[in-house]
């Protein structure tokens, strides 16, 4: 249950195995501080997403920065041109999975954080040493692409019915 959390940040399958068996080892030493009303599995795969943020910061190779600096009102613009897509709830997992492994690394994680985990963009900028604004802006940079990925696709797949 714990693997797929960590292949979702780490694209290689032994850097994967490695942020697993840390995630184990701080679990097995961390079973007396479990609660009796805690989920074990919600317990463990907090544990592991934290194991794997603390990683990213100890071997953070470069800090990602935003030249261009984008208002609110843009990043709302961003967010919202176009209402959501009717086509993305035909896509299977694997294509979604696919178009979302196509981003950006800090894009790709301010979105696993933001829409997968439920993080705050507050809480997202302190886990990746990043702006509040900037972790706002990977989100939509995100959004906009995984936008133009599947309407790409969406018009591949009405070619090859037409074609």
């Excluded at 960590?6 to 007396?32: G, I, Q, S, W």
């Excluded at 990683?55 to 967010?79: A, C, I, M, P």
């Excluded at 900028?125 to 900037?134: D, K, M, P, Q, R």
Aim: charged share 30%; glycine share 4%; aromatic share 10%.
């Amino acid at each position: 249950m714990l693997m797929p959390i960590c292949f979702k940040y780490h694209k290689n399958e032994e850097t994967a195995r490695a942020a697993l068996n840390m995630a184990f080892l701080k679990v097995c030493t961390k079973l007396d501080t479990l609660g009796e009303s805690v989920p074990f599995e919600a317990w463990a795969k907090r544990i592991t997403l934290n194991v794997i943020i603390d990683d990213f910061r100890k071997n953070k190779k470069y800090k990602e920065r935003v030249t261009t600096k984008e208002t609110d009102r843009e990043l709302d613009y961003h967010t919202n041109t176009s209402s959501q897509n009717e086509s993305i709830t035909t896509f299977e997992m694997e294509k979604l999975n696919g178009f979302i492994d196509k981003l950006p690394e800090i894009s790709r994680k301010v979105f696993d954080l933001y829409i997968i985990h439920g993080y705050s963009h507050k809480e997202i900028g302190e886990i990746l040493n990043i702006s509040n604004g900037t972790s706002k802006w990977h989100l939509s940079n995100a959004r906009k692409i995984l936008r133009e990925l599947i309407t790409e696709q969406d018009r591949v797949e009405l070619s090859r019915s037409f074609g």
